[in-house]
Antibody, heavy 120, light 108 residues
Framework: QVQLQESGPGLVKPSQTLSLTCTVS??????????WSWIRQPTGKGLEWIGH???????NYNPSLKSRLTISVDTSKNQFSLRLSSVTAADTAVYYC????????????WGQGTLVTVSS | EIVLTQSPGTLSLSPGERATLSCRAS???????LAWCQQKPGQAPRLLIYGASNRATGIPDRFSGSGSGTDFTLTISRLEPEDFAVYYCQQYGNSPWTFGQGTKVEIK
């Protein structure tokens, strides 16, 4: 069974860089065709798609975050990562990683989410 | 960017009733690449429907999706106690992918 787990600091200071890693287990991230995705959710609010990297290496970012965002994947470690620079309090949210199949049928697997708070 | 508008914001129904949720897009969604997901408090979202009308693996047949172009609907034929949750539509046919703001289905 595929499982995803986010890891990284729960507290980041304003202007610093938020870095999260998602580790995939129960399946090989080097096989199949997927969108390795990040989504966030401020407390009590809706979901915001952050961006993804496809198995092919192509990336697709939310335009509102693009200038601060990097998503990468390391298939040898079954991990993919998020880096968001110059954070502010508005970046405080639960961050989810997800594996979305790019072939038919679509299958999604999500991590449990991790709360990241931006505060001094 | 495609804006998805969900209605109503909150739906108050009793178990056994039928729920009809709407998702309207600001422009045509390529390939009807519209998904619905369910989120319960403290949990990650779960995919219910993809490609507008296809149930994801393991999803009960009381959940159905329909629509094309800019108007999409999620129907829950008979609400079970475990169906009370927040539902989001998501389009993945156009970049950037976007979510609707959600519809909360609550117990009346």
């Amino acid at each position: 069974q595929v499982q995803l787990q986010e890891s990284g600091p729960g507290l980041v200071k304003p202007s610093q860089t938020l870095s999260l890693t998602c580790t995939v287990s129960g399946d090989s991230s080097s096989s199949g065709s997927y969108f390795w995705s990040w989504i966030r959710q401020p407390t009590g609010k809706g979901l915001e798609w952050i961006g993804h990297i496809h198995t092919s290496g192509s990336t697709n970012y939310n335009p509102s975050l693009k200038s601060r965002l990097t998503i990468s994947v390391d298939t040898s470690k079954n991990q993919f990562s998020l880096r968001l620079s110059s954070v502010t309090a508005a970046d405080t949210a639960v961050y989810y990683c997800a594996r979305v199949s790019s072939n038919w049928p679509r299958e999604d697997h999500w991590g449990q989410g991790t709360l990241v708070t931006v505060s001094s | 960017e495609i804006v998805l508008t969900q209605s109503p914001g909150t739906l108050s129904l009793s178990p056994g009733e039928r729920a009809t949720l709407s998702c309207r897009a600001s422009q045509i969604i390529f390939g009807s690449y519209l998904a619905w997901c369910q989120q319960k408090p403290g949990q990650a979202p779960r995919l219910l429907i993809y490609g507008a009308s296809n149930r994801a693996t393991g999803i009960p047949d009381r959940f159905s999706g329909s629509g094309s172009g800019t108007d999409f609907t999620l129907t829950i034929s008979r609400l079970e106690p475990e169906d009370f949750a927040v539902y989001y539509c998501q389009q993945y046919g156009n970049s950037p992918w976007t979510f609707g703001q959600g519809t909360k289905v609550e117990i009346k």
